[in-house]
């Protein structure tokens, strides 16, 4: 699969464990980013899950933000360069 349709989820929408529809995921520094479908109203929510295995475990921080979009494209972008941003700053901390 290429980079940018595995960015964007060419079109191939699916439904992570949580039961989120997942529109783009990428590994970063051993985690996965997920950019998550948040409809809100019209536009859709800035939203995404970050996981990671620790110890035999899964991991999975959820995060939303107040930016909005009407855009699916948009949306993955911003929201896993969020995570990828989370990931820099926090690293493993947010699963404490």
Known sequence: ??????LFGGGDEKADAGGD???GEES?????????HMPAGAEMQLAGTIEKEIG?????????????MTSKEDLVVMALGKGRQ???EQGEKIFS
């Open 21 to 23: 529809k997942v529109l």
């Open 56 to 68: 035999g475990e899964l991991k999975t921080y959820k995060f939303v933000r107040a930016d909005r």
């Open 28 to 36: 970063y520094k051993g985690f996965l980013i997920k950019a998550i």
């Open 1 to 6: 699969m290429s980079f940018l349709k595995k």
């Open 86 to 88: 989370i990931i820099d």
